[in-house]
């Protein structure tokens, strides 16, 4: 299977590390603290993170207490960074695809992946080898983006006022699942769409019991600071799940 790499592309990676330089982004808002709101207690763990990026939360397990940690990343010029700026004796970065992780014949107490799931097509099979891979009672958490932004096809997003204010979004062709090609940064960025039903159901047949689900949504003093983010209460961005073997 061809995973498309579009992170080693040199305009979409430049345009996504701008986008997370910038302290105030979605990521940093939204997704960062729900993710670490579910983390169990790392003290001693080993840790398995899918598509690490940056590092940057390998780096956190670390600082958390987590005695080894793997990060895993199709792209090199992703894992360039969190070998420059987030490197540590109890982190090994692996360039491979996640598709892939069963090569690793090794087990962990907790696994992550944020943000990289809507990447990846077979998304039963990675979730198979990540309940393979966890030990007895372990964590698996992870975020992607919501269904209702995976579905996107085309078109405008957004119906807006006379004002340009969004008012509502504009959803088409939820039931289809499948690729979807966008535009960010570059052309033909290629996504998965999986409706909710979908998603829960892969894991409640791969054996895991689920724990938790968020759509993180904006506070009152959030929007006060950053009104924009009112477009959340039309359309969560992220979908984070925490399940259990
Ligand atoms: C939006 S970034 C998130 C990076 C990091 N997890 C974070 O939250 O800061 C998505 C990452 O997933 C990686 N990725 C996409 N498809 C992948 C795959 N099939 N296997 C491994 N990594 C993949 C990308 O290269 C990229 O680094």
Redesign the pocket.
Known sequence: MA?Q?I?DNEIFFEG?KKI?DNEVNA?NLFEIPALFSMMPDLTGKTVL??????G??CKRFVESGAKKVVG????EK?LEVAKLENSDDKIIYLNM???DISHLQEKFDIVI????FH??EDFEGVIRNVYEMLEEKGVFIFSQENPLCTCHSGGNRWTRDENGNKIHLNLAYYGVEGERESVWFVDNVKKYHRIFSTIVNALIEAGFTIEKMIEPLPTEELLEKYPDYNELLHKPDFLLVKVRK
């Open positions: 995973q790499n992170y996504y997370r990521n993170d899918l598509g690490c990026g940056f940057e939360h895993v990343d199709i792209s992703m695809p996640m598709e992946s944020s943000l990289a990447y990846v």
